[in-house]
């Protein structure tokens, strides 16, 4: 079967809903005319109805530019998207306000694709996966209790200053978190196929060395985008459970 190219993918129609949309930051060398500088590069990836894996778009922040985002979220709108729940997103306050502009119901919750990469600066690359794995267990326990037990344990661990540090600036909103089921948590922080991807963009323009002209060669450079869509993280029992959950929160969404 023949992939979809860049533009292609960027101008498909979408389904109406997506249960959570993960904005995921990578900051690369961007070209332009005859300079080079560092800018941040969001791809939009969303979860449908029955668990998939969509690809949304690409798109190069636009920090002094207001009305940037809203017109990325309008443009979403025009290609049949009517309702995000929750967006995974970092500290863009700009995105945030478009964003609840354009989907006035929607809900923030923590990007572990942003926080776990701050950590990753001070852990060895032989040790990065296993903190990933703690903290995406931080976010998935079946209680609040378990979630500060496990908190507790993971400080004993990173115990070092800017751990500790880290851990205060970053970790500090997962109580807030535990308001929705473990079915819920389970929907927005077990993709760990959200750090492969990062970790694939960030692998191949981290060099100082590389940059890119326009955000198609991110897609490009993805190869076979098979590997990162089309595709669900969760068997049927879990599935039934999260949609089970998400229904008494928004009765008027048509889940089935």
């Not at 960027?10 to 005859?34: G, P």
């Not at 970790?199 to 590389?210: A, E, G, Q, T, V």
Request: proline share 1%; glycine share 2%.
């Amino acid at each position: 079967m023949k992939q979809l190219t860049f533009s292609e993918c960027a101008k498909r129609k979408l389904d109406e809903t997506y249960l959570v949309v993960y904005a995921i930051k990578n900051e690369i060398n961007f070209k332009k005319s005859d300079y080079i500088e560092k800018s941040d590069i969001y791809s939009l990836i969303g979860i449908d109805l029955k668990g998939n894996r969509q690809f949304l778009n690409i798109y190069q922040d636009k920090i002094n530019n207001n009305r940037f985002w809203l017109e990325c979220f309008e443009g979403l709108k025009s290609r049949g998207l009517k309702n995000i729940l929750f967006l995974s997103v970092d500290d863009n306050k700009n995105m945030k306000r478009t964003a609840k502009i354009a989907f006035p119901e929607i809900i923030f919750v923590d990007s572990l694709t942003y926080i776990i990469p701050k950590f990753y600066k001070y852990t060895a690359e032989k040790d990065a996966k296993k903190l990933a794995s703690k903290i995406h267990i931080l976010y998935t326990k079946k209680t609040l209790t378990e979630c500060k037990e496990e908190l507790k344990r993971f400080n004993e661990i990173y115990n070092n200053a800017i751990h500790q540090k880290l851990s205060q600036k970053y970790l500090n909103n997962i109580e807030n978190l535990y308001k929705y089921s473990q079915n819920i948590r389970f929907l927005l922080f077990k993709h760990s196929a959200n750090m492969e991807f990062y970790d694939k963009i960030r692998l191949s323009f981290d060099s100082n060395d590389n940059y890119i002209s326009e955000v198609e060669e991110i897609y490009k450079q993805l190869g076979n985008v098979k590997e990162y869509f089309g595709f669900t993280s969760f068997k049927k029992k879990e599935w039934t459970l999260i949609l089970n959950d998400l229904i008494q929160i928004y009765p008027k969404i048509d889940f089935i």
